[in-house]
């Protein structure tokens, strides 16, 4: 373990405060992605263009299409840059809703193909839980452990985001109950009872989660979810607590009072949900996105975080971070919760990943491990081809330091959309609240409203720029880690372009 | 469309009740695995042997590893012999708990590696909701639609069998309220409502499932799980009803009176339960597995199902089957439920997949997709890297008549293990209550309790043969569909001298 642990030591050197780019290797897109096109180039006068919409109407005899933005071609995709189905190239800041690490065919990853290990693994998936291959340790040590977040020595694997956070879930109930319970075992009433759904087997625990937060649209995830009532609406959900999310003013520098007091009554009220649920309905776990991006990209201080956590812990909860949409080092950390600086002995309880990473899981300490087995248990349990995949990109990401990268291109890029949006000069009607300073590549503002986002992401793709929304009115960057100079250079462009006709 | 139909319609000719195996086409392993193995070698005294065991406490470090059975080397394992991490070569009936359709490394499968579309989809999975590929709707008709059941149109992907089913909820709940607002949309209250759970928006609606069920472990397919107590214990879940399923006695020839009787009874309570619901939590949804088989493989008579289908529709229940691990070839239909005869018009609402065939979903109707879009929503929504493996199996199944080959072996297996048995002469001490004729392969028996069937189970292990277990003390057999004449002659020498050292 003590070479897993100084792995991770150093994915973990991402970038200071102060950016000293001068004293770093730099990196460029080109050491990855020897092709990536220049620029984007579009040739039909609507995009979508005819054949994305022939595609669409195709599905659509099969799946609901009236979700999609554009059709792919992705064997020509490649880098920042996809081509779509009517062979127009577009920079691509959104990244397949923030799943796509280092770009599309980036060699280094398509040479798994000739890997025989990995074409083992995609072809024979196993029962991890049962029939695990025999290195599945050293894929893990060199892999997916390398990048845990400091502090963790579990990897519980799962296949997507959201049963990454229902397993959380589960392993916080079981916790706590056992915690209750002490040294003695299940009672026969509640063994009994439980297979009716029904007290005292199963208990009534509760999950607290924040306002405008996503954690997935499964049932246990769903009620924690917040985002959206279309997501919410018409399914059945627990009575779970939403303790209010600090809504900060922005620029954050130009608000300090107003946002500090916002921080405090939202901890307040937080407080309160942690003590009155403890008579009606426990808060096993406390669930939070660094960043609550589905939501609307809400931030938040530090010490707002650090206080979350820290008051969980007082009140007998388990602290979950999701970093499904923030991990993985887009934020300019590898992890968005190292940038709390969470005192030692004071990390999250668990940790949740997915979308870039490829692989999904918790990372979580040996003590939630259930003293009895077949409680974290299912067919799969994760996908080993999914671990190697994650393996080879968590040694591009550290190799090539694209973390620091991003951390680097962040700033530059924030500094940039700040010129342009001041020379726009529209103020409160056009772009604003500009927020992600200092985390990276994550950076997102708001339109006046939704209808003007949307007219707003439609008029990049026009320009050649697929980018994502959020929130009610927000405009989400969500670039690749080899997302450098040139891809920036690219994107500020048509942002002015499109600003000035809008 | 009407190539697609044409095709399922080939594939779902399998065999009809009166075997007539001179008729058809016959299929040989070595046709599809030139060189499998043609017999299991153990050489280590126990089983699992040392390489195992140090590799069980490696990923210990990581991961809970008390679940583990084997450790494999899934490199040298072949068709349907796995080769464990110490060389032990084994015939696998088992399957990675019903999940390998073809066998181990099935050279027909592993070109895939060769396939440029495959490694394309494997390396750049989209987000198939935003950004589907331009072949999407080819990769479903010639794929995944091929295999649709008779009646369906539509198919909902996923990434595992526990979001199929809980998606297929999401559909019958949204459905359900869709049918009670008719022509009107959500109101304000309901959209209020719902973003802090609470009704109107949030309804007290249920899903319907049986005792010994199995539908998933997060946590609306846990609520309707009805497996073990040690599956549900400490986890919260909605408060929805449990219908008995029926117990009936075998050989079930011999018990016709009694077993119909049983049926009525267990419908009656059923229905009653539909009716009471109305007026506290009414049920949107029915969910049942054809055979019910993590709960101890308990079957019932294609009557009793087809009365669970009309009184499901005529309490306004939409009606789920989840062929999760029942689907895909092993009964002897492609899909278990094709054995009902249901009435045309009378298929089920949904259908749910996954495991043999490694992609999972959901097929159903046009008319259960919502009227309003990003309500069945998520990042990744299927994988076309698994799609495109389904489709090469659905071929392969095709081609090679794996069904009718299927149905033929299980017939066979069923005699010959009815044979040890008698022979073995143990009746009620020994293996009993032999159950799955005319259901192909998916064959089961029970033990006289749980720890002689672990005893059984480890004991064939030393034989060379893993197989699984499920319920209480019931040994169930989940060969791959290349599983022929043969591996039955091995399995069955290896029961009987099992059985015999007991």
């Known amino acids: 373990m003590i070479s897993t642990r ?8 991402s970038l200071p405060r102060s950016v000293q780019p001068l004293a770093r290797r730099t990196f460029s897109t080109s050491e990855l992605i020897p092709d990536e096109p220049a620029r984007p180039s579009v040739h039909t006068s609507t995009v979508p263009g005819p054949a994305s919409h022939a595609a669409s109407a195709a599905i659509d005899l099969i799946q609901d299409s009236r979700t999609h933005q554009l059709v792919v071609d992705y064997e020509k995709s490649k880098g920042n840059y996809m081509v779509d189905a009517d062979g127009n190239v577009m920079l691509d800041v959104f990244a397949q809703i923030a799943s796509i690490a280092l770009g599309y065919n980036v060699p280094e990853m398509m040479s798994l193909s000739d890997d025989k290990e990995f074409m083992t693994a995609a072809l024979n ?36 985001g959201s049963s990454a956070n229902e397993n959380a879930f589960k392993l916080a109930f079981m916790a706590y109950k056992a915690r209750e319970r002490g040294d003695s075992t299940f009672t026969e009433e509640e063994m009994n009872s439980t297979m009716w759904n029904q007290s005292p087997g199963t208990p009534q625990l509760s999950v607290l989660s924040f306002t405008s937060a996503f954690h997935g649209r499964l049932f246990g995830s769903l ?8 997501h919410k609406v018409d399914i059945p959900a627990f009575d779970w607590p939403a303790a209010p999310f600090p809504q900060l003013k922005y620029p954050l520098s130009e608000n300090t009072e107003y946002n500090a007091a916002e921080e405090k009554r939202c ?8 003590v009155r649920g403890k008579t009606t309905s426990p808060v096993a776990a406390v669930i939070i996105e660094p960043i609550l991006a589905e939501g609307g990209d809400k931030h ?3 010490s707002y975080f650090r206080s979350l956590r820290s008051l969980a812990k007082k009140h007998g909860a388990f602290f979950i971070v999701d970093e499904v949409q923030t991990g993985v080092g887009a934020t300019g950390k590898f992890w968005a919760h190292e940038h709390w600086d969470l005192p030692k002995g ?14 999904s899981g918790i990372y979580h300490k040996k003590s939630l491990r259930p003293r009895e087995s077949y409680r974290i248990y299912g067919t799969w349990m994760g996908d080993p081809m999914r671990a190697l995949q994650a393996r080879r990109l968590i040694s591009l990401i550290d190799s090539h330091s694209l973390v620091s990268h991003t951390a680097r291109t962040g700033t530059a890029l924030h500094s940039s959309l700040s010129s342009i949006f001041a020379e726009a000069g529209r103020g ?26 949307d007219a707003f992401v439609n008029a990049m793709k026009k320009q050649g720029v ?3 929304g959020c929130g009610e009115r927000t405009v989400r960057l969500r670039p690749m880690l080899t997302f450098g100079e040139k891809q920036m250079g690219v994107l500020s462009e048509a942002v002015r372009e499109t600003l000035k006709g809008m």
Request: aromatic content about 6%.
């Open 6 to 13: 100084r792995a991770a030591m150093t994915l973990r050197s």
């Open 125 to 160: 998936r196993p029962a991890l839980g049962a029939f695990p291959p025999k290195n599945w340790a050293e894929i893990l040590e060199t892999g997916l452990m390398k990048a845990a977040p400091e502090g963790f020595d579990q990897c519980t694997t799962t296949l997507c």
């Open 223 to 230: 009620s924690a979810t917040r985002s959206k009532a279309i």
């Open 267 to 274: 901890l307040e009220e937080y407080e309160d949900i942690l």
């Open 300 to 302: 938040a201080s530090s």
């Open 346 to 359: 004071e990390e999250p309880d668990m940790v949740t990943f997915s979308k870039k990473m490829q692989a």
């Open 428 to 453: 409160i009607d056009g772009a604003q609240n500009l927020r992600g300073e200092g985390k990276g590549t994550f950076l997102s503002w708001d339109m006046k409203d939704g209808p003007q986002r």
């Open 466 to 468: 697929l980018m994502g």
